[in-house]
């Protein structure tokens, strides 16, 4: 053995590859050998297995090519038709040992034979595959078809299109060709959907232009009637029918129906239903019905349109202030109505002096001593009852010792027949000479308590000619008689006056019929009201308004409540309603105006009669506001002037949109969906992803690098493949990738979550994959291995060379955005397994294919050990050796898929004796595993194919 190691350093490359094939029986790779021995690998790595002819100073590089990958096992359709050699014997068991043969570069080990290609060694040139070991026309991929045409793996043949997300915009693949079934009338809104002769396809159906009102004459030319529905009549758009309360009065298609009917007094109902209008009076058209609007003062009190306003509410005591409101006649008059409000007329010899009209003429102006001859003449007759006979005073009954001799009512009951010579006991009787007057009768002389004043007998306390002595007479005082009282002088006021300042010198001063501040009596003075000023009438308070102003509801308290300047449910009267047309009366300066039109009117005549007589929604002439016009081709929709939009299109801020798709204008005008949102059947919607079905899944670029990071969303994504593991999920977005090789694949949301996620690999768009290698994990919603992350999700398997689908689905709950996470790593075409934490020590037997190099030169068949690691994972030294523990020169390298970290080894570092000169051409790695979520794998290799058996001492984080 140290004899043949000696020898190993000083042979040429070409001469080790003979002697390790004598070694083999069969033509097989070197034999398994006991550890390297002596002192050669003490100062130099290996040379004669580098490509080079010493490896004095520079490291095990890798061969000119390594074996492709997916070369796992040989299968049947990689042999050559030819066969093999005639004489049975194998002719190759490595690609290097087809060189020169006219049968084909590739070596098909399975039987040993050089064949032009096989599966996993597709060499064919660009138009042609491999096939049964032959090289024949036919593409493999996309990349083998010119310009934008693509491979259909079913025929093998190039053509213009598989599926429909292939083409662009609102194209489809029909036949293998991208055609527009919008506008294809051989293929109207579907493959093969043909057209009848003459029709064209519009905007994906067929269109008879002559009839269809959304292609009138042209595609595209759609019909569109403002208030109503547009009907295609000869290519030339017409007016189909008008929406309820309008109509077509000016037969114009362009301003279609124009005219709004229940509210237009010259087409009311319908087109020329003109509404017609009486005397003193308005016409007016509410809810599709004539009507009038009475001029101010007059009413249509008999509902009848033709005749007006025939009754002047001013006048007519049948309908006094508003029709129907009758003035009651009263006891003693007749009904009047004066400008609005109801008085009496009152019949002879009556009067209303109360001022009451319910109550009519309650005074007889021939016999009220109160109102003798008129309202307010009172009778005052002195020592009587008063009387009025035939509107004059008269005395009614004279006091007791009093009579009326000389028959003037003016001074009542004149003479004193108790104590009167001339008139003792009555009128006329004279007492006999040497006799008195006393009580009323004649005697001799004057009884006791009296006393004889000037031939009569007189009681000194209480005669106003004697008062206190004789011939002391009492004064008269104005609207007043004498009074003597206890021998003291004193006044007796007249009925209805009053010695109110206590001072008879003045008399009895004061009317307290009609004095505000004695009405009645002495003192009660009448309080002042709002908007009036106070009044005594028949010692009674009363009010008197203020000009402008109205005791509307007859109660004092509140004063003049009205003001009839400007209250129109009382304008200039009480009683007298404003009642205008489309708008919100108002009085001002006791006449009726227009205070406010309803929305969609305007008082465009200035005439309040009329009240708002114009449609400002639909009026051309008066579209919005009084006097503004359309332009020609614009028509009044709404009060604004708009153009003439062909349907579905509205007429927007000067734009023909479409309400139900235009994002700006969504369902209304100016009604804008959110940033990212569209607008379907007139409401915002948030689109779905563009990888929503598994036809348009986003294709992961792998050739990027091991690592790629995607921001992913399953906002409004629709449910198209149940998960295989903890129920079928929501929502799902789909992701393809395609591996030229085997390798580790990994994928999470642990990062940034964003919502429940669930995470599953499928081999096809309806077929989620189960565990295809043991501690693998293909469907997860709980944190992948226990990684402490409610909502995340976190997979990872083996994967062969081939297409592949990740599937990001919604577990639970709403959708949302998240950070996906992928990783890839080359494992090679030999065992894998996963690589526990801690120490351990892993063993095997590498054969086969090379699957995957390194920078180290590893390029013989290998075997991989995996793992994958958290967010909350920490760095950690890995350290793996197959010193003293394989008999062949081989290589290690772990990978990470962050890329970070990458390390491989050749030959084991050489040290002191006795370890250094132990490990030789093995192989002895240190490494620093990144922190955080990813996979990992640790591979063992041989250097220039070197292959066998190995155990691996290795401590991973």
Request: hydrophobic share 35%; glycine share 14%.
């Amino acid at each position: 053995m140290a004899a043949f190691l000696e020898a190993r350093a000083h042979l040429p490359w070409l001469a080790l590859a003979l002697l390790g094939l004598s070694a083999c029986p069969g033509g097989g790779g070197p034999a398994v050998q006991a550890p390297d021995s002596g002192p050669l690998d003490s100062a130099t790595p290996d040379a004669a297995l580098d490509s080079t002819p010493a490896d004095s100073a520079a490291p095990d590089t890798a061969p000119a090519q390594d074996v492709p990958p997916g070369m796992d096992t040989a299968s049947a359709g990689d042999a050559s038709t030819d066969g093999p050699p005639s004489d049975g014997a194998r002719e190759c068991a490595q690609h290097r040992d087809c060189e020169g043969n006219p049968r084909g570069l590739v070596c098909d080990a399975a039987r040993g034979v050089c064949v032009q290609c096989s599966t996993a060694e597709d060499t064919c040139p660009s138009g042609t595959r491999c096939e049964a070991g032959l090289c024949v026309p036919g593409c493999r991929a996309d990349g083998d078809c010119p310009g934008m045409t693509r491979c259909d793996l079913s025929t093998r043949r190039c053509m213009g299109c598989r599926a429909d997300g292939e083409c662009g915009g609102a194209q489809a693949c029909c036949a293998g060709q991208c055609l527009d079934t919008q506008g294809d009338a051989r293929n109207c809104g579907a493959c093969g959907r043909a057209c009848p002769a003459g029709q064209p396809c519009c905007n994906g159906a067929c269109a008879a232009l002559a009839v269809d009102a959304r292609n009138c004459g042209a595609c595209g030319n759609a019909c569109g009637v403002a208030n109503g529905e547009a009907a295609c009549v000869a290519s030339r758009c017409a007016v189909a029918r008008c929406g309820a309360g309008f109509g077509d009065c000016d037969l114009d298609p362009a301003t279609g129906c124009e005219t709004p009917v229940t509210a237009d007094p010259a087409n009311c109902g319908r087109c020329s239903g003109r509404c017609a209008v009486g005397p003193n009076a308005t016409a007016t058209c509410t809810a599709g019905a004539c009507a009038v609007v009475c001029n101010t003062g007059f009413g249509d009190c008999d509902r009848g349109a033709g005749n007006g306003c025939e009754v002047d509410l001013r006048a007519a005591a049948a309908h006094c202030g508003a029709c129907g409101a009758a003035c009651p006649a009263g006891a003693n008059a007749s009904a009047r109505c004066v400008a609005g409000a109801c008085a009496a007329q009152c019949n002879a010899g009556f009067g209303d002096c109360d001022g009451a009209a319910p109550n009519g003429c309650e005074a007889r102006l021939d016999a009220d001593p109160r109102n003798c001859g008129g309202c307010g003449t009172t009778c005052a007759t002195p020592h009587a009852t008063p009387a009025c006979r035939a509107g004059a005073c008269a005395v009614g009954t004279c006091e007791a010792g009093f009579a009326d001799c000389n028959g003037m009512a003016a001074d009542g009951c004149e003479q004193d027949t108790r104590a009167d010579n001339a008139n003792c006991g009555r009128c006329g009787q004279r007492c006999p000479a040497g006799q008195v007057c006393a009580a009323g009768a004649c005697a001799t002389s004057c009884p006791a308590g009296q006393t004889l004043c000037g031939g009569a007998c007189v009681d000194v306390t209480r005669s106003v000619s004697n008062c206190g002595r004789c011939g002391n007479a009492c004064p008269v005082g104005t609207n007043a008689m004498a009074s003597c009282a206890g021998g003291a002088c004193g006044l007796a006021c007249n009925r209805f006056f009053g010695d109110c300042d206590a001072a008879g010198g003045n008399g009895c001063e004061v009317s307290l019929l009609a004095d505000v501040s004695h009405c009645g009596r002495c003192g009660n003075r009448c309080a002042a009201r709002a908007n009036a000023f106070p009044r005594c009438a028949l010692g009674a308070c009363d009010l008197t308004c203020a000009a402008g102003f109205a005791d509307c509801n007859g109660a004092d308290a509140d004063g003049c409540e009205v003001a009839t300047a400007m209250d129109p449910r009382n304008c200039a009267a009480c009683g007298a309603v404003c009642a205008l047309a489309n708008a919100t009366p108002a009085c001002r300066a006791g006449a009726c105006a227009v205070g406010a039109c309803n929305a969609g009117f305007a008082d465009c005549n200035g005439m309040a009669a009329d009240g708002c007589e114009t449609a400002t929604s639909a009026n051309p002439s008066n579209c919005g506001r009084c006097g503004q016009r359309c332009s020609a081709g614009q028509v009044c929709s709404g009060g604004a002037c708009t153009l003439l939009c062909p349907r579905p299109r509205t007429p927007c801020a000067g734009a023909c949109v479409d309400l139900q798709t235009d994002p700006s204008n969504c369902g209304a005008c100016g009604r804008a969906c959110l940033r990212g949102q569209s607008c379907a059947a007139g409401v915002c919607a948030t689109p779905p992803p563009a990888n929503d079905r598994c036809a348009g899944a986003t294709e992961l670029n792998l050739a990027a690098g091991p690592t790629l990071t995607v921001s992913a969303t399953t906002v409004a994504a629709a449910h198209d493949l149940d998960a295989p593991c903890l129920g079928a999920g929501l929502g799902d977005v789909f992701y393809r990738f395609t591996l030229t090789r085997r390798e580790l694949v990994y994928a999470d949301t642990l990062a940034s979550p964003g919502f429940n996620s669930k995470l599953f690999f499928a081999s096809g768009c309806a077929s989620p994959i189960t565990s295809r290698t043991a501690g693998d994990l293909v469907c997860d919603n709980v944190g992948g291995i226990d990684c402490a992350v409610s909502r995340g999700s976190q997979v990872f398997t083996i994967l062969p060379a081939g297409t592949w689908y990740l599937v990001l689905s919604v577990q639970s709950g709403a959708a949302g955005a998240a950070t996906l996470t992928f990783q890839h790593l080359s494992v090679g075409n030999g065992r894998v397994a996963a690589l526990r934490a801690g120490s351990s020590t892993p063993s095997g037997t590498t054969s086969g294919t090379s699957g995957t190099t390194s920078a180290c030169g590893g390029s013989g068949p290998e075997d991989a050990y995996w793992w994958v690691t958290c967010p909350a994972s920490a760095s950690g030294a890995l350290s793996a050796s197959t010193c003293l523990r394989a008999s062949w020169d081989t290589v290690l390298y772990v990978r990470n898929g962050s890329g970070v970290g990458d390390a491989c080894n050749n030959d084991a570092p050489v040290g002191p004796p006795p370890f250094g000169s132990l490990c030789g051409d093995r192989s002895s790695l240190s490494a620093t595993i990144p922190a955080g979520a990813g996979a990992h794998a640790l591979l063992i290799d041989g250097f220039s194919g070197a292959s066998g058996a190995y155990t691996i001492g290795v401590t991973r984080p």
